[in-house]
C-alpha cells in the first residue's frame, strides 16, 4: 500500500529505538499496533457502511445477471448461426438430392419441350383438357390429302 521494503522498516526500528529508547520500546509498539488495528477496524466499518448505503450488494447482482444475460445472448446467436447453417446445408442437399432424382410426369403436357419452339396453344375441350396437336399425330398413321368442304367427290 504504502509501498514500504523490509529495508527502510529496519532503518525505522533503529530511529526509533534510539529516539525512544529500549526500556519504552515494547510499550510504544504495543500502543502503535493497538492504533493502527481500531484504524483498520474503522476503515472496514466506514466502507460497510456506504456499501450498505449505496446498495453494493444490489449493483454487484444486477451486474452479475447482466453478465449472464450477455452470455446467454451470445451464446443463443451462435446457437442460430449453427443452425442456419445446418440449415443451409440440408437444403442444398435436398435440392442435389431432388436434381438426381428422375422427374416423374403425370400428364403429357407437363413434359418438357426440347424442340426449342414456341409451344402452340393445343385446342382444349369442354373440360379444358388439351387435345393432341395435329403435329403430335402418330407417326405411323397415314396421310390424307387435305379435302376441300366446297368441292365434292365424283
Known amino acids: 500500500m504504502f509501498d514500504i521494503g523490509f529495508s527502510e522498516i529496519v532503518v525505522c526500528a533503529v530511529v526509533a529505538l534510539i529516539v525512544i529508547g529500549p526500556e519504552r520500546m515494547p510499550e510504544a509498539v ?13 476503515m472496514r466499518e466506514t466502507r460497510q457502511e456506504i456499501e450498505r448505503q449505496i446498495g453494493v450488494e444490489d449493483i454487484r447482482r444486477q451486474l452479475h445477471n447482466e453478465d449472464i ?4 445472448e451470445k451464446t443463443r446467436d451462435d ?35 426440347h424442340s426449342h419452339e414456341h409451344p402452340q396453344e393445343a385446342p382444349a375441350d ?26 365434292k367427290p365424283l
Open 79 to 113: 446457437i442460430n448461426k449453427e443452425l442456419n447453417s445446418v440449415i443451409e446445408h440440408v437444403q442444398a442437399d435436398l435440392d442435389a438430392e431432388e436434381r438426381s432424382k428422375p422427374r416423374v410426369y403425370e400428364h403429357e403436357s407437363e413434359l418438357p419441350n
Open 126 to 151: 369442354k373440360d379444358n383438357t388439351p387435345i393432341a396437336a395435329p403435329h403430335a399425330a402418330n407417326a405411323n398413321s397415314t396421310t390424307h390429302a387435305p379435302t376441300d368442304s366446297h368441292t
Open 30 to 42: 504495543r500502543t502503535m499496533g493497538l492504533w493502527i488495528g481500531r484504524f483498520k477496524r474503522s
Open 69 to 72: 444475460m450477455r452470455s446467454l
